[in-house]
């Protein structure tokens, strides 16, 4: 990819620095309220998404797929069947069709993208200098870059729109043998298989493997291997026919989401022949990653939180750089005890609120946090105030 790149330097004073760093108690008091409430709404959330799949499992009927049985109507099924549709989705912009379930357009277009590097150096008296360098480089974006916004837009313009844009066109009526699949369900299928492009009859299209490549100079014919900034290259892929496994709440021939007890829904399709104790195994993996992922998002907004809160110390310190990096070292240390520490006592306030078991325990970790936090503190305490007494008649410290 071609690439170019430019440094510029610029310097901060002690005092707007300062100033800057008071505003950011600001933010970060704001990111200490989000990180507490994703936390303790993340462990809600995640109970009440499990009890609602165990929920789901136990009233799991199976059912056939060939024949609609009237007793189940109502119920929450699972079923295996073969997916079709008599449809033929197409593609009118470019005249092509395939007797498919779904049908994807990928278009992406070749632009700059802008990249930036940063390095910040502190020097005696608090100010900073730092030194950005922003590299250039040309690659392939499904959506357009605004290079109005680059600090260099100069020589590195991107066209504004771009003359395709991608979407995925659904079957209108597939069935799983005697059962009616809603969109709801058949959008969820994504096992896309690529399929050739078409070739309209015109020199600023040429085709290369599954992908089509369009010139946006109409006297200058595509090059894929050369390509120039605003081209665009297209490629299609299909869902087959082919078999399914289904969870939902059996309506007539048709199906709808099932609502459990505490409100999350359940509505399910896979491709292939799949358990319904297997599906509804995954949903509770599903479940436990997004808890995670939320866990370790509000832990960051937390960290970040305390971080802006004790920033102005490492400035005021900054006088002397040496001396501020050890401040920060210290407020990094003591910003990590306090994440930690209330964390653990959001999430344990959550489970206690909805599993009483468990949330006692995160508890008991929690207070540990406390303590190391205090502890750290007293041996933090200068020298001087834990020496001993001078001995009298020996001129000598005793030690305490």
Excluded: C
């Excluded at 009927?61 to 197409?90: I, P, Y």
């Excluded at 959008?187 to 399929?195: A, M």
């Excluded at 303590?371 to 001993?388: I, S, W, Y």
């Amino acid at each position: 990819m071609s690439q170019d790149s430019f440094t510029e330097v610029t310097g901060t004073g002690w005092f707007s620095r300062l100033g800057n760093a008071f505003k950011g108690i600001l933010a970060g008091l704001a990111l200490l309220a989000i990180g507490v409430g994703v936390l303790f709404y993340n462990e809600g959330r995640a109970v009440k998404r499990a009890e609602d799949l165990d929920a789901g499992a136990g009233a799991l009927v199976q059912a056939a797929a060939d024949h609609v049985d009237a007793g189940h109507d109502g119920r929450l099924v699972h079923f295996t069947g073969n997916a079709d549709t008599d449809e033929t989705v197409a593609d009118r912009s470019f005249d092509l069709s395939a007797e498919a379930l779904r049908l994807r357009r990928r278009v992406e277009m070749f632009q700059w993208t802008e990249d930036k590097d940063t390095e910040t150096r502190n020097k005696i008296g608090g100010g900073t200098e730092t030194k950005t360098t922003y590299r250039y480089e040309k690659t392939w974006s499904e959506q357009p870059i605004r290079s109005s916004s680059f600090r260099q837009p100069e020589g590195h313009r991107n066209p504004v729109d771009m003359p395709f844009r991608s979407e995925t066109q659904n079957a209108r009526e597939v069935t799983v043998e005697a059962f009616e699949l809603p969109q709801g369900l058949v959008s969820k299928l994504s096992e896309f298989r690529p399929i050739g492009p078409p070739v309209p009859d015109d020199p600023r299209y040429a085709a290369m493997g599954d992908l089509l490549y369009f010139s946006v100079d109409p006297q200058r014919p595509p090059d894929p291997g050369d390509p120039q900034i605003g081209d665009v290259r297209i490629g299609w892929s299909v869902v087959d026919p082919g078999a399914v496994s289904v969870i939902g709440v059996q309506r007539g021939t048709t199906l709808e989401p099932w609502t459990g007890p505490s409100g999350s829904e359940v509505f399910e399709i896979r491709a292939g022949t799949h358990s319904g104790e297997a599906m509804f195994g995954r949903l509770q993996t599903q479940n436990t990653t997004l808890t995670w992922i939320l866990r370790g998002a509000g832990t960051i907004g937390l960290f970040i939180g305390f971080a802006l809160i004790f920033a102005p110390l490492g400035v005021l310190a900054d006088v002397l750089p040496l001396l501020g990096s050890l401040v920060r070292l210290g407020t990094g240390t003591i910003a990590f005890f306090l994440t930690a520490t209330v964390s653990l006592t959001t999430i344990a306030v959550g489970w206690l609120t909805y599993r009483p078991l468990i949330g006692v325990p995160l508890l008991v970790v929690a207070a540990g946090g406390i303590v190391a936090l205090v502890m750290l503190a007293r041996r933090r305490r200068p020298e001087a105030d834990t020496a001993g007494s001078v001995r009298p008649g020996t001129g000598t410290r005793e030690a305490a």
